[in-house]
């Protein structure tokens, strides 16, 4: 009994070492000799992947028959997407609006109206100026009542003032501040 788990742990031991030295070998290259495969004639033959992998291509554009890379998936990727000519590579940031061409201003319109990091942060602009409209009308009305409960008491009334001042040079300062944003970020309003 003793002699028969010796045996069997040796072999699964043996087994998982030859499963991980083929992937290794899968991983790398699916030729692991200094030469690529060729056929009668001489010429290179691609070697087949195996799944999940793809030959990638090389600087000019073609494949490398004897070399094997993993497919990337697009949450691999910091651009989210895949390469479409090169299932190996991810797509570079920002290039699904680089079509090589003079853009026109409404294919720029159109890429940026489609990039998500551009529409998140106007959505956090817009935001944040309703936000500073709430605020200003409260401020403004709170000055307003300030006044009004002020009577003849010649310090409230220009504190009240100074509180609806404020605030409408605020809501004018953020009006330009809004205005040179939506001119420096692309596809604002």
Sequence with gaps: MQKLKKIIIVITTLIAISGVLSAKSLAATCDLTTSPPTDSSGNPVACSCPANYA??????????????????????????AVDKSD?????????????????????INQCLQHDK??????????FLSALVGIVVV???????????????????????????????????????????????IPGGF
């Design 138 to 184: 409260i401020i403004i009305v709170i000055g307003g009542i300030q006044y009004s409960l002020a009577g003849d008491n010649a310090n409230a009334q220009g504190e009240a003032r100074k509180r609806i001042t404020n605030a409408i040079i605020a809501l004018l300062a953020f009006i330009f501040m809004y205005g040179f944003l939506q001119w420096l």
């Design 87 to 107: 299932p190996t590579k991810c797509q570079p940031l920002g290039n699904e609006c680089n079509t090589g061409q003079s853009p026109t201003a409404d294919q």
């Design 117 to 126: 990091f551009i529409t998140d942060l106007n959505d956090a602009v817009n």
């Design 55 to 80: 030959h990638p291509l090389d600087s000019s554009g073609q494949k490398e028959i004897n070399v094997c890379d993993p497919i990337k998936q697009a949450v691999d990727c910091s651009s989210g």
